[in-house]
């Protein structure tokens, strides 16, 4: 079984950026597509961004879309979310996880059996 581990969230004042970092156990990272999803406080959890397992596609939810980038390093078995423009909706859990199966897309949750613990990002005004 892969473990993902994140890292990256923190506190931030509306209008800045963090970065997060998905770091994935075992040898078969570059053959998944990873998603970003996000829980905020007292919602359901929620797609934010995927990338296919070469990169070369990426998918956003349209709340984010122009503000963050998803992008991921197969050598160094890390996906990462870059994420600017920072807006207090954006305050929630944020996971990383991985497809079900190799060299399939997806953005929906049931697309996803392999999850991270999630790291918190706040965003303040």
């Known amino acids: 079984q892969v473990q993902l581990v994140e890292s990256g969230g923190g506190l931030v004042q509306a209008g800045g950026s963090l970065r997060l970092s998905c770091a994935a156990s075992g040898r078969t990272f570059s053959r998944y597509m990873m998603g970003w999803f996000r829980q905020p406080p007292g919602k359901e959890r929620e797609f934010v961004a995927a990338?296919?397992?070469?990169?070369?596609?990426?998918y956003y939810a349209d709340s984010v879309k122009g503000r963050f980038t998803i992008s991921r390093d197969n050598a160094k078995n890390t996906a990462y979310l870059q994420m600017n423009s920072l807006k207090l909706e954006d305050t929630g859990v944020y996971y990383c996880?991985?497809?079900?199966?190799?060299?399939?897309?997806?953005?929906?949750?049931?697309?996803?059996?392999?999850w991270g613990q999630g790291t918190q990002v706040t965003v303040s005004s």
């Open positions: 996880a991985r497809r079900t199966t190799v060299w399939v897309t997806g953005r929906e949750i049931s697309d996803f059996d392999s």
């Open positions: 990338i296919t397992w070469s990169g070369g596609s990426t």
